[in-house]
């Protein structure tokens, strides 16, 4: 493995742990979800640049679910 290789797990690695640890902490705060969407759109980065491309897909997919589900639970906290 080279260092871009190396470069590319490390990130995958820092993000795919932020994404898991904003997803355990949702239920503390709604910017948890908030964050959890942007761990999300890093982990779909590593997925892209790591050549995963459907791991990429997805994980997008996902961020577009937490903002959805930041919005409406900003709505309902703020009713």
Do not use: D
């Amino acid at each position: 493995m080279n260092m871009s290789g190396i470069g590319v797990t490390a990130f995958g690695v820092i993000a795919v742990t932020f994404m898991m640890a904003t997803y355990a902490l949702e239920t503390r705060h709604r910017a948890f979800v908030l964050a959890f969407a942007v761990g999300c759109l890093l982990s779909s980065a590593y997925g892209f640049l790591a050549g995963a491309w459907p791991f990429g897909v997805v994980e997008t997919i996902w961020a577009g679910v937490a903002v959805q589900r930041y919005q409406r639970r900003t709505k309902t906290e703020s009713s």
